[in-house]
């Protein structure tokens, strides 16, 4: 018997149209990968950067300000470590050739019989992807047909990113990395087929190694990535580390410049001194927590959610550092105001033109850049610090009597990103077992014998928010949540109603299921 009154219905219905058209306004925009290496033209040839120098082994384990200590750190593989002993770390050292303008890359070999392609260490994504056609920017492709282990996966793909795009189709085969390991591995490998403005002039990689989480895989997380298939097939702990040896050295595109990427553990010959660790705040891309950034010693005195706007990420994959146009506006008149030369073209700062100089350097006329991060310890942060030498960026070809360069720090309309001009003055640890990032000294990090960044801390956070992280970033998962809580809630209320309204309708229906299939209700989420 229905006791609801004929007013009351419209009444309700309306409302539960309202709840669920509020529940849907809070899906996603389309979501895309930051920026990736841009292309510059300039040529010329550098003689290789001097040998890594050798340095003790930094002990295990994590201090109060976020350092290494003397203490066993389960997931942790150190290089040459006797108690673990699977993994010998020597062959991957200076195992990458390129240089940040346009990107760090590996020698791999693929399919059988192997066919060797230089693929783009990018910490920014997730998916192997890999030429499989001819293109005017590259020398070589991944060709399936010579493969007689390539299995395809019957799964298109379309991947952008702020620059440049590809579409193709998923398979897998068998890989080796020469510079690695001894053994080959089964991964999912992404065939590129068509692209627009992705590989560029004068890059010399023709595929891309997404070490990012699972989370950003394209066409699904469900994909397995490549670095989660090596920790399972390899045995290998779940992190790696990367060197990026260009620093102050002209961003030419001949590849002459090297770098290690270490997978499985950390290298003690890559770094000196200790390093400080950082919390990984949400596996996706590996977001940090920024506090603050400094100019010549000066702080910036923006709130500190303005440097994690809408997050701040380690991108190996992208060219310079990044900051919100907030930030990025805050810094360059900081610098202006710091710097020892009175005027510069906003051209310069835009990335647009260069600046030259006849017969000198211009380093000692900029000052220092200091971003600090949160350390383990929430009550403690420490800073990395880098050198002129690492964002004012030499530029070669342009004037054999000037020396030119470009400005190494560009503004981002969603992110802070720390590209490769800053990894390169860090050996950086993802330690992904711990949810962690480390940073700790390069010894290849120098300019003419001089170091060009440093690493100093603990420091106080009391002046400091106990979270920099915006809400619309780190509670995300949480809106979906009750998102499709209140959505589910309104589809309980709905059937409630049309049960109580038709109850004898509702009974004839419940006699002949099959004549109604109704999957409106189902909601879909995935990233686009």
Known sequence: MCTLGEKQVPVLLQLLFLWTTQA????????????????????GNLPRPPPVTVSGAAPFGNDSGGRLRHVGAEGLALALDPAKGLVNFLPMIDNLQGDAGLGYYLEMLIGTPPQKLQ????????????????????????????????????????????????????????????KGFNSTFIVNIAVIFESEDFFLPKTKWNGILGLAYATLAKPSSSLETFFDSLVKQAKISNIFSIQMCGAGLPKDGTGTNGGSLVMGGIEPRLYKGDIWYTRIKREWYYQIEILKLEIGGQNLNLDCIEYNVDKAIVDSGTTLLHLPQKVFNAVIKAISQTSLISEFSEEFWTGSQLACWKYETPWSYFPNISIYLRAENSSKSFRITILPQLYILPVLGIDSNYECYRFGISSSANSLIIGATVMEGFYVVFDRAQKRIGFAQSPCAKVDGIPVSEISGPFSTDDIRSSCISFSTSNEPILWIVSYALMALCGIIFLVLIILLFPCCFLHCSRNRNLVNDESCLVQHRWK
């Open 24 to 43: 849907l306004a809070q899906a996603p925009t389309p979501f895309i990968l930051p920026l990736k290496v841009s292309p510059i033209k300039l040529n």
């Open 119 to 178: 693929i783009l260490v990018d910490t920014g994504s997730s998916n192997f992807a890999v030429a499989g056609v001819p293109d005017p920017h590259i020398t070589s492709y991944f060709d399936i047909e010579k493969s007689n282990t390539y299995r395809s996966k019957n799964m298109n793909i379309n991947v952008k990113y702020t620059q440049g795009s590809w579409t193709g189709s998923v398979g897998e085969d068998v890989v080796t990395i020469p």
